[in-house]
């Protein structure tokens, strides 16, 4: 299993639970991701996500997404599609 990087964690939400990533990958619907940082490590799948608050099926390079995430994470985490 190989994991590919997609992006960096810009900003977490706390309130609502959601991290703001910046993709330099496609991601989509679907797809498993690792948020991967000094003190984050989380995997789950991508359930929905948005870019400025439309719900969005597939994104990629220089998008901004909205992705809920099941823990907290930081800015500056790496994001990774999980290949199987």
Do not use: W
Not at 32 to 40: F, P, R, V
């Amino acid at each position: 299993m190989a994991d590919e990087e997609i992006g960096r964690v810009r900003d977490y939400f706390a309130r609502i639970g959601v991290a703001g990533i910046d993709l330099t990958g496609r991601i989509k619907v679907g797809d498993t991701i690792h948020i991967k940082g000094h003190t984050t490590d989380i995997q789950q799948v991508v359930d929905s996500m948005q870019i400025e608050h439309e719900n969005v099926q597939e994104a990629g390079p220089g998008d901004s997404i909205g992705i809920k995430v099941q823990d907290r994470c930081r800015g500056g985490d790496h994001v990774y599609r999980v290949t199987e």
